[in-house]
Nanobody, 120 residues
Framework: QVHLVESGGGLVQPGGSLRLSCAAV????????MCWYRQAPGKERELVAS???????NYGNTVKDRFTMSIDNAQNTAYLQMNSLKPEDTAVYYC??????????????WGQGTQVTVSS
């Protein structure tokens, strides 16, 4: 069964760095779109970064120039490198993927979420 597995969250001091991973586990697909979202307590889910196969990556204004998203297609894994972290980056981070199984079928998946806490 295809699913997404996230890892890499944790506690970091302001100005520090973390790298999140999101692995698409299973067989028979290619990554079409991969996105990272985050949701802080009491706030709506926010798009952090997104990329579609063959296209450039887009970033939210609050993370531009600090976060970098990459994809290892051989490993079906997306990464989110987060630098210069701020307390306002504290949130649960979710990955989302659209996976292509055939020319007629594409499905949407969510990771389980990983907590990132930026605090001194």
């Amino acid at each position: 069964q295809v699913h997404l597995v996230e890892s890499g969250g944790g506690l970091v001091q302001p100005g520090g760095s973390l790298r999140l991973s999101c692995a698409a586990v299973g067989r028979g697909f290619e990554i079409y779109t991969m996105c990272w979202y985050r949701q802080a307590p009491g706030k709506e889910r926010e798009l952090v970064a997104s990329t579609t196969s063959g296209a450039s990556t887009n970033y939210g204004n609050t993370v531009k120039d600090r976060f970098t998203m990459s994809i290892d297609n051989a490993q079906n894994t997306a990464y989110l490198q987060m630098n210069s972290l701020k307390p306002e980056d504290t949130a649960v981070y979710y990955c989302n993927a659209q996976l292509t199984f055939s020319v007629w079928y594409r499905n949407n998946y969510w990771g389980q979420g990983t907590q990132v806490t930026v605090s001194s």
